[in-house]
């Protein structure tokens, strides 16, 4: 976004897609069009820049005890969480549990009608209903209610004691930096060109692909080709380690792999994405696994390979908080970065 106070339009936020009457209510509560900029005040005692989870709760606990705090959020309000992340994915996983009862009530002696299968839309339209129904916790109306003044645009820091919104300056006691991360994009060859998901799109998609490619054997990955997989795509998960869930134990990420198999999951370790190419009508992916050389034929590829964090375009070198661009912001014990006005919460930080 611009640095100008005038707030994207739906359209514009390819996470909010396809506007039908529940994301129009989702964006009506945390990006509302007619949003009017409040006057700044002459200083605040806190400026959080970032409306996600962090920063949400770091503004409201803050007015709560009778501070005088700005909210800037270039997006949507509620973050990953609300709109791309924990409340869309967990819609998903109930669903698709539900498809698994369904797939095996035989068992427990249910009768369910030949040909039952899930509907990806309507699945996909339950989620956006539940979204939108729950945005109004995060919404722009609410928080301004508890006395936050609430600013869309392009945040950044101009000096110690100051940011920049729109135009405006906020000028400050303390700030909260609660940018989050964003799903980290590989340099595969080909794959920018040919197009790919991730988390902050794929929650959009209103048919099921016929075949999926998971790109990366991490949470996300492996809860998103698990539920694909039980609505009805073939779907192929590849990691480059030698295991999924790398940061697990081996007998735990086995468990997992064994339950992914369950599900109609091809698990693919150890591989080496080579190249990414458009086919006629599909997306083809050229790896090396086991030792040889393998092309797969997909319809989508979801990339889920980690985060990235947001420190672009915040000004931060002018105002001394010390950052890494690929492990996030520095901060101490008391999530305090290296300008002491200035603290960090959330993805942002460096871990």
């Known amino acids: 976004m611009t640095q100008t106070q ?23 509560n945390v990006h509302p069009a007619d949003w009017p900029a409040p006057e700044p005040a002459r200083r605040y005692n806190l400026v ?12 409201a606990g803050a007015a709560g005890l009778g501070a005088r705090v700005a909210l800037v959020e270039r997006d949507l309000l509620g973050g990953d969480c609300l709109n791309v992340g924990c409340v869309p994915s967990k819609a998903l996983i109930r669903c698709a549990r539900a498809s698994v009862e369904v797939r095996d009530a035989a068992d ?10 899930p509907d990806f839309g309507l699945v996909m339209e339950r989620m956006r209903k539940l979204r939108a129904r729950i945005s109004h916790h995060d919404s722009a109306a609410r928080f301004r209610d508890l006395g936050i003044d609430v600013f869309f645009g392009e945040g950044r820091f101009t000096a110690p004691d100051a940011l920049e919104v729109g135009g405006r300056t906020l000028r400050f006691a303390r700030a909260c930096i609660a940018t989050g991360a964003r799903a980290a994009h590989p340099s595969t060859p080909g794959l920018a060109e040919v197009g790919y ?22 949470p996300i990955g492996c809860e998103l080709a698990q539920a694909f997989a039980r609505f009805g795509a073939e779907v192929t998960l590849l990691e480059t380690a030698a295991q999924i869930l790398i940061r697990e134990d081996r007998e735990a990420a086995a468990v997992v792999e064994r339950t992914l198999a369950a599900d109609g999951v091809r698990l693919v370790t150890a591989a080496t994405i080579r190249e990414v190419e458009r086919g006629d009508g599909t997306k083809r992916i ?16 979801l990339v889920a390979v980690g ?3 947001n420190v672009e375009g915040l000004g931060l070198e002018t105002v001394g908080v010390a950052f890494d661009p690929k492990t996030g912001v520095r901060v101490d014990d008391r999530l305090r970065t290296t300008n002491k006005r200035i603290f960090a919460a959330g993805d942002i930080c460096a871990t």
Not at 10 to 24: F, G, I, T
Not at 286 to 301: N, P, Y
Request: proline share 7%; net charge negative; glycine share 12%.
């Open 286 to 301: 050229r790896l090396d696994a086991g030792g040889e050389s393998r092309r797969l034929e997909v319809d989508e590829i």
């Open 48 to 59: 959080v820049v970032g409306a996600g989870t962090a920063g949400l709760v770091a503004a």
């Open 6 to 28: 005038e707030p994207r339009h739906a359209l514009e936020l390819p996470q909010v897609q396809p506007l039908d009457e529940h994301n129009r209510e989702l964006v009506g």
């Open 197 to 218: 998901l991730t988390n902050e799109t794929v929650f959009s998609l209103t048919k099921l692909p016929r075949r999926l490619a998971v790109l990366g054997g991490g």
């Open 307 to 309: 985060r990235a964090p």
């Open 108 to 117: 427990f002696g249910v009768r369910v009608p030949e040909g039952a299968r």
